[in-house]
């Protein structure tokens, strides 16, 4: 006889198909009551930058929105490189998340190797903020209007020096841009994140920053740093006495600063779908659009294979950038 058509092996296999289906059901059960846990989001950059100026309000907004916490995680080092390889390596089960940003469409062309590819190892969700770069200046030490500024730097080359979130970041670029358009020679001085490099430049111990505005805002409102001027052909509605790029002969320095939301490759599709929800969503709440808006920045609505373009078009423009102006690692 043969065992398979036994009445208990019968039993057996019926048993084994019913657990298993027992256990999809609870799957696709916990899938649509997600979040049901706290959401972890990877901010590749200390605390006080400017992916911490975006993340944190957003964090706060989304824990309204789902009842649950989205909470941040800040792992600075490697111009955000190092915390962009640790989120590519998150298991992607919808409860790790990266905030990256300009930077990271900067450093394939600065990094001869990076243990993450975004395109490889991300999904593109949407990009939650756009802001332009500023200059801002030591109060104490340096003059309080361009003109002067640009005298005193050209009269002595090499002298004063400009601090940067690090190496291969849109603060660097955006300086060596500015060196190479101006002619002018500024020292680079890399630090592990926009927030150590800003403290720095309020105590004096760097003379400038080409900072996002969203980071340097509220130190701007609060006197402890000038702005002299910000990138592009228009003025920012949040600094409407701070002249743009153009103004002051520099038309074709447009540098701007964004951040977006990325999930680990293999994220369900359908948690995907819910977290741009939970972005667009955000965007139209109070607290973000005053934030935003306090911030020099605005809310692109780009998500999904859009922002995913949008990477790529920036990934050939820095790289472009980076050819030009001959930055380097420092």
């Known amino acids: 006889m043969?065992?398979?058509?036994?009445?208990?092996?019968?039993?057996?296999?019926?048993?084994?198909a019913a657990a298993a289906l027992?256990?999809?059901?609870?799957?696709?059960?916990?899938?649509?009551?997600?979040?049901?846990?706290?959401?972890?989001?990877?901010?590749?950059?200390?605390?006080?930058?400017?992916?911490?100026?975006?993340?944190?309000?957003f964090s706060a907004q989304f824990s309204k929105q789902?009842?649950?916490?989205?909470?941040?995680?800040?792992?600075?080092?490697?111009?955000?490189?190092?915390?962009?390889?640790?989120?590519?390596?998150?298991?992607?089960d919808g409860y790790t998340f990266f905030m990256g940003a300009v930077h990271h469409s900067i450093a394939p062309s600065m990094y001869p190797k990076l243990d993450y590819d975004l395109e490889r190892d991300f999904v593109p969700l949407a990009l939650?903020?756009?802001?332009?770069?500023?200059?801002?200046?030591?109060?104490?030490?340096m003059p309080s209007d361009f003109k002067s500024f640009m005298e005193l730097v050209r009269s002595k080359p090499?002298?004063?020096?400009?601090?940067?979130?690090?190496?291969?970041?849109?603060?660097?670029?955006?300086?060596?841009?500015?060196?190479?358009?101006?002619?002018?020679?500024?020292?680079h001085i890399p630090y592990r994140g926009a927030g150590?490099?800003?403290?720095?430049?309020?105590?004096?111990?760097?003379?400038?920053?080409f900072d996002g505005l969203g980071s340097s805002a509220q130190h701007i409102k609060g006197g402890r740093i000038k702005a002299l001027m910000v990138s592009g052909n228009k003025r920012n509605p949040a600094f409407p006495d701070v002249p743009c790029a153009a103004e002051l002969g520099m038309p074709d320095y447009n540098v701007n600063t964004w951040y977006g939301l990325w999930a680990p490759k293999g994220t369900p599709a359908d948690i995907q779908t819910r977290m741009i929800e939970e972005v667009r969503k955000a965007?139209?709440?109070?607290?973000?659009?005053?934030?935003?808006?306090?911030s020099g920045a605005e809310f692109p609505n780009l998500t999904g294979p859009q922002f995913g373009a949008f990477v790529n078009a920036e990934i050939k423009k820095w790289a472009a950038v980076v050819k030009a102006s001959g930055a380097k690692l420092d």
């Open 2 to 16: 043969n065992p398979l058509n036994t009445t208990s092996t019968r039993r057996s296999v019926l048993s084994l």
């Open 22 to 57: 027992a256990s999809i059901s609870l799957g696709a059960y916990a899938d649509s009551n997600w979040p049901s846990k706290p959401v972890n989001l990877i901010v590749p950059f200390p605390a006080g930058g400017g992916t911490d100026t975006f993340a944190r309000p």
């Open 66 to 92: 789902s009842g649950k916490t989205l909470v941040i995680d800040n792992r600075g080092g490697a111009g955000g490189n190092l915390g962009a390889g640790i989120a590519a390596k998150a298991a992607p």
């Open 128 to 141: 939650v903020a756009s802001v332009p770069h500023v200059l801002v200046v030591n109060t104490k030490t």
């Open 158 to 187: 090499g002298r004063f020096n400009y601090g940067s979130a690090g190496g291969g970041t849109s603060h660097h670029l955006a300086g060596e841009l500015f060196k190479f358009q101006s002619k002018t020679f500024i020292t």
């Open 196 to 209: 150590p490099a800003l403290q720095d430049l309020i105590a004096g111990n760097v003379d400038m920053m």
């Open 283 to 294: 965007a139209t709440a109070d607290d973000i659009k005053t934030s935003w808006s306090n």
